[in-house]
């Protein structure tokens, strides 16, 4: 892998004493639970650098826009919301997403949705939630890795998942790191189980759960009172105000990408459950499948749709020959971006540990996204070649 972080390399150093079980690859893995290992020290804290090119929230605020009173842009969608939901920390929830979980519930919420390969190939979502106060049932919710806890990091959002790999275990006790564990103390009235599922596919939160969680633990809701926070504890080049991911069409404005190549259809080179997407014109969304059925939400009953699409390679690596992944996401690689119909290549960079991952286009800018939700596939680099963009399933404007 590129560019390994201190951090990193001090995680596995420490992992090989207490490591994760060999588990089979298979559908049926069992719930993950906690080994608790001896008292871990990281040396390095995570920063920000001064150089980053990412635009805080006072720089994407358009000048002199005037928007109404108790509003402001979503960190997450660009969107104008309240600023009770702007201001807040998102949920990060992990979803399960083998077929035993599914249909699921309430993920079509996600404003930004994540999926990625764990053991067995097959694949696991995470979803950042900003609006969820009205929502009884999300979930599946399924068990972390340490690479989603970096995606939920980075993001600063409070992580609920039903377990971990033991991996995952340094990178859960950090304090840039508020989590929800659902097979520890901090999971009880969090979340609840159904009876339609067997277990570990039948774990589900909710808002009072998450707001029930984030109370007991003490765990701040606001995104800057939380960057405060950490600089007191790192007293490093934390930034003064959250610092943005996206950078987004203003209102009116469609970015239409008239120098990309065709992309109505798009299969993002997961295997396992075969997941694409299909563009309707009609109202300018991708909709999601997988399994070789729509990808449904029984909230609604009503197929997985976004405005943005990104694809991103990562190099994959395993855990001392155990069946446990890691992805790079510190490092950069290349993928592509996507919308309206269209797709460019683009880079993904990651300047800082923890800091927050940009999209660049081959000029090296920022690439400006359409406002809406966003699905972001981390494909292996390996399994690059699988990845078709193209009018159709059978035309891929990229090999």
């Known amino acids: 892998m590129k560019k390994l972080s201190l951090f990193l390399v001090l995680a596995m150093l420490l992992s090989m004493l207490a490591g994760c079980a060999k588990a089979p690859a298979s559908e049926s893995l069992p719930e993950d639970t906690t080994t608790p290992a001896t008292t871990q020290e990281v040396t390095e804290a995570p920063t920000e650098s001064e150089e980053t090119t990412a635009q ?34 998102p949920a990060a929830i992990m979803i399960n997403n083998i077929q035993a979980a599914i249909p699921q519930t309430g993920i079509s919420r996600a404003d930004v949705m994540y999926e990625c390969m764990v053991e067995g190939s097959i694949t696991r979502m995470m ?29 600063n959002a409070v992580y609920l998942h039903f377990g971990q790999c033991d991996y995952a275990n340094l990178y859960l006790s950090q304090p840039i790191t508020n989590n929800l564990n659902g097979v520890k103390g901090s999971g009880v009235g969090v979340y609840y189980r159904t009876t339609d599922r067997k277990a570990p596919h039948n774990a589900y939160t909710s ?3 998450i707001e029930t969680g984030i109370e007991k633990q003490g765990y701040i809701k606001n995104i800057d009172e939380e960057y405060a926070r950490l600089r007191e504890i790192y007293n490093k080049e934390i930034p003064e105000t959250y610092t943005e991911h996206f950078k987004f069409a203003a209102d009116g404005e469609t970015v239409t990408l008239e120098e990309g190549f065709a992309a109505d259809y798009v299969y993002s080179g997961f295997k396992y459950n075969d997941a694409s997407f299909e563009y309707n014109e ?4 991708y909709y999601r499948f997988q399994y070789g059925a729509k990808h449904i939400d029984t909230m609604d009953n009503k197929q997985l749709s976004y405005d943005n699409l990104i694809i991103m390679y990562s190099e994959k690596d395993s855990y001392y020959g155990t069946q446990y992944l890691q992805f790079d996401l510190w490092s950069d690689g290349d993928g592509y971006y ?62």
Do not use: C
């Open 127 to 155: 979803g950042l939630f900003e609006n969820y106060d009205d929502l009884d049932k999300i979930g599946p919710v399924r068990s972390a890795r340490t690479y989603f806890v970096y995606l939920a990091g980075e993001w």
């Open 282 to 285: 009609d109202d300018g969304l």
């Open 56 to 89: 805080t929230a006072e720089e994407t605020q358009p000048a002199g826009e005037d928007l109404p009173e108790g509003s402001m842009r979503s960190h997450l969608t660009g969107k104008v919301v309240s600023t009770e939901i702007g201001n807040r920390r």
């Open 338 to 399: 996507i919308t309206k119909g269209k797709a460019i290549p683009i880079r993904w960079i990651k300047d800082t540990e923890w800091g927050p991952m940009r999209f660049e286009d081959k000029d090296g800018n920022q690439i400006t996204m359409n406002q809406g939700k966003t699905f972001i596939s981390v494909v292996p680099t390996e399994n690059e070649k699988d990845t078709i963009i193209g009018k159709d399933k059978n035309s891929n404007e990229i090999n």
């Open 207 to 209: 808002a009072k759960g």
